[in-house]
């Protein structure tokens, strides 16, 4: 049911240090040890959740019950969130060509399609791993020009094989859009355990822009543009008042917000979540 990794999925180094325990408060109340490699300062979890037992960590957010203005607040939330990620592709991405392998229920090719955007959708699933990555490997010659992998390469167990099919499917002039949690941000400094970014044991690697840095040379990526994606630190605290069942304030969620958002003006690494923009 779990499996123990001796090396970093990254750079395969083989010095971890404790980083932190993380309760799953979403589906099974268990506790999970995140290390931090020495070397290249990837967290993951260790030990994990074999993938075939994956399936039993999944869970919903039922907002069924909640207040109308905690909904249309949810709401709000979520396509801002949506929205940012994808005004930010568009300032480098032509409306051709596209494979979009973002989390299913985040519809973004259904978006695009909409807008007239040629995408090939072939979403990444979480409980049918080796299925997504066949799947991804069938056709060696198809070439894109954008390839958008948004908020989900942190999920994926054999994250350098789909890096380097990523990179294979990639036009020479083309652009991979990446967007990861940042665990240096001000708010998961703050959270800690309680940071809603960890999301163990579904989410398994966790990067800094130092190791994501180290991941994409050891990858052969270049990166073109590291965006902040300022909404989601919104969007984490929310659920995290869900999560731990406070009361939820709308004001002091904005108050917060502005708080968080003022800090990390001044440090740019601190931002919850970036959108890479990378070329080979």
Known sequence: MYEKLEQCPSCKHTQF??????????????????????????????????????????????????????????????????????????????PTNILDLSNHHLSYSRFLSNKGWNVTSQPFDINNQDTFLDSLSKDKTQTYSSILCLNTLQRIYDVKRVIKLLRKKLNPEGYLFISLPNYQSIEAKHSQQSWPGYDVPRTQYHFNQQAFSIFLKANKLNLIDAIPITTYGRYLHFIQQLVLKEKISVKRLIEKTRQSNKLAKSDTADHSMYLYVLSK
Do not use: W
Not at 44 to 66: A, C, E, I, W
């Open 17 to 94: 240090n404790n980083f932190l325990i993380c309760k799953d408060l979403l589906a099974s109340e268990e506790s999970f040890a995140l290390v931090r490699c020495t070397k290249c300062q990837l967290v993951f979890t260790n030990p994990r959740v074999s993938p075939d037992h994956l399936k039993d960590y999944q869970f919903s957010l039922d907002m069924g019950n909640q207040p109308f203005l905690v909904r249309q607040t949810y709401k709000h939330l979520y396509f801002s969130f949506y929205k940012e990620q994808l005004k930010s592709v568009f300032n480098y991405s032509q």
